[in-house]
Each structure stands twice: as C-alpha cells, then as structure tokens.
C-alpha cells in the first residue's frame, strides 16, 4: 500500500534551517506529482510547494527564494529544504501525492503522510 512518511522536523531558531524528508512507497513515484503541505491549528492546511514528474516545481509566495522543494527518483524520496526559518514559518509540514504527472492547482491529492512538526522560534 502507498506509504508516506515524514521526517526532519524539529525546534529551531529563527534564521536556522531544516531538511524534511519523505520517504515514499507502494507508488510510482517517479511519475507522481509530489508537494508538501503545511498546517497550523485552526487555520487551512497550505500548500508550500510541489514538483511534478518533469522536476517542474512551484512555490507558496511565502517561502520562495528560502524554500526549495527536490526529489530523488532512485531512493523515491522528497524532500523540503527550509533556510532563514521565521516563526511564521511554525506548522506541520506534510507530504503528499497524487496519481498525475502534473501538480494540481488545489489539494486534490490521494495519499497524505502522518506531519512532522517544525517550530521556529523567535
């Protein structure tokens, strides 16, 4: 069965940085368009960016330019490098998939990961 599964969130100070990672199975990844999402209590799960098959990625506004979204085809992972983190940045970052080459312009994905908690701290 398709398993995401996150990892590399933690605690750290504004300014600082994290690598998530996603390590996928039960798919074929490499022609699935894989994004990761983010959630804060009481407000809207987000996107934060997507890649699709062709290695095409786009980006939330809120973190172009200090986000970078990658994915390896032979070790079927994703993942999320995040620098200069900002507190506004605090949320749980999740990794998702969906059975298209290309990325949705909504969260119309099908396989969703279990989160990792990023908090950033002023």
């Known amino acids: 069965q398709v398993q995401l599964v996150e990892s590399g969130g933690g605690s750290v100070q504004a300014g600082g940085s994290l690598r998530l990672s996603c390590a996928t199975s039960?798919?074929?990844?490499?022609?699935?368009?894989m994004a990761w999402y983010r959630q804060v209590p009481g407000k809207e799960r987000e996107a934060v960016a997507t890649i699709n098959g062709a290695f095409t990625s786009t980006y939330a506004k809120a973190v172009k330019g200090r986000f970078s979204i990658t994915r390896d085809n032979a070790k079927y992972i994703l993942y999320l490098q995040m620098n200069n983190l900002t507190p506004e940045d605090t949320a749980v970052y999740y990794c998702?998939?969906?059975?298209?080459?290309?990325?949705?312009?909504?969260?119309?994905?099908?396989?969703w990961g279990q989160g990792t908690q990023v908090t950033v701290s002023s």
């Open positions: 998702a998939t969906v059975a298209k080459w290309y990325c949705p312009d909504g969260p119309a994905y099908d396989y």
């Open positions: 039960g798919f074929s990844f490499t022609r699935h368009c």
